[in-house]
């Protein structure tokens, strides 16, 4: 069974940042895309990015671009994602997401961020 | 970037009753080479991770029964749940993975009279 475990809610203040974890587990990450998805309190979903952890190349959605930064650990089968410079309207739910052939076919349980001070 | 519009953004329905949602794409989604349609439906129960429902417009996810079907090409695209149950109170997501960035609907938010 495959299942994407994501670490747990996060409280970051402005100005610094955090990194969020997303271990797989049934399935090597190798043969994956891993993405990125957040959901701002009672809005919709939003692509981040995604990586190909075969080779670490990433894409990101434009606005993202100096956001947020996609690695992965193939030894782990873990994807990462650290957001910077975080701002009050980061607070969001964050999601993590795998792709095989195309759609977004398992998602991980999805990680509260809150920008506070 | 792909627009991807869903509407209605809310609808009420009776248990029972059948439902359609639809899902428009500012581009077409089909590529021509395999003849497939890179759409997606997604549905949200409240306080509840996305659960994949319909890949390549028309298949179903494992596990999904069967009173929902998806269907349409191109551009234009539906949601149809028959004999909607309680259960399926949710907010229901289209989403494009044709071209990046990937792009999702707003949504659609179906409640239960």
């Known amino acids: 069974e495959v299942q994407l475990q994501q670490s747990g809610a996060e409280l970051g203040k402005p100005g610094t940042s955090v990194k969020l974890s997303c271990k797989v587990s049934?399935?090597?990450?190798?043969?994956?895309?891993m993405h990125w998805v957040n959901q701002r309190p009672g809005k919709g979903l939003e692509w981040i990015g995604r990586?190909?952890?075969?080779?670490?190349?990433?894409i990101y959605a434009e606005k993202f671009k100096s956001k947020a930064t996609l690695t992965a650990d193939t030894s782990s089968n873990t994807a990462y994602m650290q957001l910077s410079q975080l701002k009050s309207d980061d607070t969001a739910i964050y999601f993590c997401a795998m792709s095989r052939e195309g759609p977004l076919d398992y998602w991980g349980q999805g990680v509260m961020v809150t920008v506070s001070s | 970037d792909i627009a991807i519009t869903q509407s209605p953004s809310s609808v009420a329905v009776s248990v029972g009753e059948t439902v359609t949602l639809s899902c428009k794409s500012s581009q077409s989604l089909l590529y021509s080479e395999n003849n497939k349609d890179y759409l997606g439906w997604y549905q949200q129960k409240p306080g509840q991770t996305p659960k994949p429902l319909i890949y390549w417009a028309t298949n179903r996810h494992t596990g999904v029964p069967d009173r929902f079907t998806g269907s349409g090409s191109g551009t234009d695209f539906t949601l149809i749940i028959s004999s909607v149950q309680a259960e399926d109170l949710a907010d229901y997501y289209c989403?494009?993975?044709?071209?990046?960035?990937?792009?999702f609907g707003s949504g659609t938010k179906l409640e239960i009279k």
């Open positions: 990586i190909d952890p075969a080779n670490g190349n990433t």
């Open positions: 049934g399935y090597n990450i190798r043969n994956t895309y």
């Open positions: 989403e494009q993975y044709f071209v990046y960035p990937l792009t």
